[in-house]
Nanobody, 126 residues
Framework: QVQLVESGGGLVQAGGSLRLSCAASGRTFSRYAMGWFRQAPGKEREFVIAISRSGDSAYYADSVKGRFTISRDNAKNTVYLQMNSLKPEDTAVYYC???????????????????WGQGTQVTVSS
């Protein structure tokens, strides 16, 4: 069992930056690939970015390439989402998720993830 707790959301102006954190419970954090998804009002939850178990590989949605980066600290059981050059269309609730199998070709699929955090709101004003 893994519990995930996101933090770091808030209100920021367009062009600004935020860093989200996702802290995981348990001693098996390094066994999970980690992903971030987001859900805007009235829209489906969508993939944002993911990182492999070791942190060697990252996967990006086209909409965030060049602006968002993901990293993890397995010693601290934490994954980070650095968001730069934020746009109003980035406004959403951001969720982190853990995937035990971590298949590289499937990390964009939310159905692959076994555990989810409660989400943190990110609002980007124009």
């Amino acid at each position: 069992q893994v519990q995930l707790v996101e933090s770091g959301g808030g209100l920021v102006q367009a062009g600004g930056s935020l860093r989200l954190s996702c802290a995981a419970s348990g001693r098996t954090f390094s066994r999970y690939a980690m992903g971030w998804f987001r859900q805007a009002p009235g829209k489906e939850r969508e993939f944002v970015i993911a990182i492999s178990r070791s942190g060697d590989s990252a996967y990006y949605a086209d909409s965030v390439k060049g602006r968002f980066t993901i990293s993890r600290d397995n010693a601290k059981n934490t994954v980070y989402l650095q968001m730069n050059s934020l746009k109003p269309e980035d406004t959403a609730v951001y969720y982190c998720a853990a995937d035990l199998f971590g298949s590289p070709g499937r990390l964009e699929d939310l159905n692959e993830y076994e555990y989810w955090g409660q989400g943190t709101q990110v609002t980007v004003s124009s």
